[in-house]
């Protein structure tokens, strides 16, 4: 059981916008910031958002992440076949310890 | 440019404890702004903070592993460890390494680079 939950699956098709849930408490996503990585399978995750909604250099500004109380969302625009991946928020608790969700598996169709 | 490589045992006994070693090259482990990092993530399930060390050693653990864990640090070497004791086959996952920017009182708390990760596998 994540301490942060997400949607198990989510989906669309080329071109369109697709949103990831990400939902945590006061003691996380409440207090601290969000981020998010996404991961292929046998290969490092990759940082996509940090600090709730900036973008390290190189990722397109197709992803962007938002945070509004204990939820943070990430925003794919204009979906392209190699953005099928697992999506997974992050955060730190204030109880001092790191935080994922459960991943969510998106699928291009 | 910052590269992360683990290294251990691909197979480990029940009871037994599990040894993993970070070694980072391009850049160096003394710094004001990183932490240094353990993830993890079981055969189909998802990712997993173990914990993260400071230069200095100081460290922060993952409360549901804090009682069989421990990291250590060798800036000389520019090597972590990670040491988790009386492993059992829920232990078995893929096993990263990763730079932690933990900056709290500014709010970031990222993971920016990663080790491509290494398998263990709790079996007798």
């Known amino acids: 059981q994540s301490v942060l939950t997400q949607p198990p699956s989510a989906s669309g098709t080329p071109g369109q916008r697709v949103t990831i849930s990400c939902s945590g408490s006061?003691?996380?996503?409440?207090?601290?910031?969000v981020n998010w990585y996404q991961h292929l399978p046998g290969t490092a995750p990759k940082l996509l958002i940090y600090g709730n909604n900036q973008r390290p250099s190189g990722v397109p500004d197709r992803f962007s992440g938002s945070k509004s109380g204990t939820s943070a969302s990430l925003a794919i625009s204009g979906l392209q076949s190699e953005d099928e991946a697992d999506y997974y928020c992050?955060?730190?608790?204030?109880?001092?310890?790191?935080?994922f969700g459960g991943g969510t598996k998106l699928t291009v169709l | 440019q910052l590269q992360l490589q683990e290294s251990g045992p691909g197979l480990v006994k029940p009871s037994e404890t599990l040894s993993l070693t970070c070694s980072v090259s391009g850049a160096s482990m003394i710094s004001t702004t990183y932490y240094w990092g353990w993830i993890r993530q079981p055969p189909g399930k998802g990712l997993e903070w173990i914990g993260s060390i400071y230069y200095t050693g100081s460290t922060y653990y993952n409360p549901s592993l804090r009682s069989r864990i421990t990291m250590s640090a060798d800036t000389s070497k520019k090597k972590f460890t990670l040491n988790v004791r009386s492993v059992t086959a829920a232990d078995t996952a893929v096993y990263y390494c990763a730079r932690q920017v933990l900056l709290l009182l500014d709010g970031y708390n990222h993971l920016d680079y990663w080790g491509q990760g290494t398998l263990v596998m709790v079996s007798s």
């Open positions: 006061s003691s996380n996503i409440g207090t601290n910031t």
């Open positions: 992050a955060s730190w608790d204030d109880s001092l310890h790191g935080v």
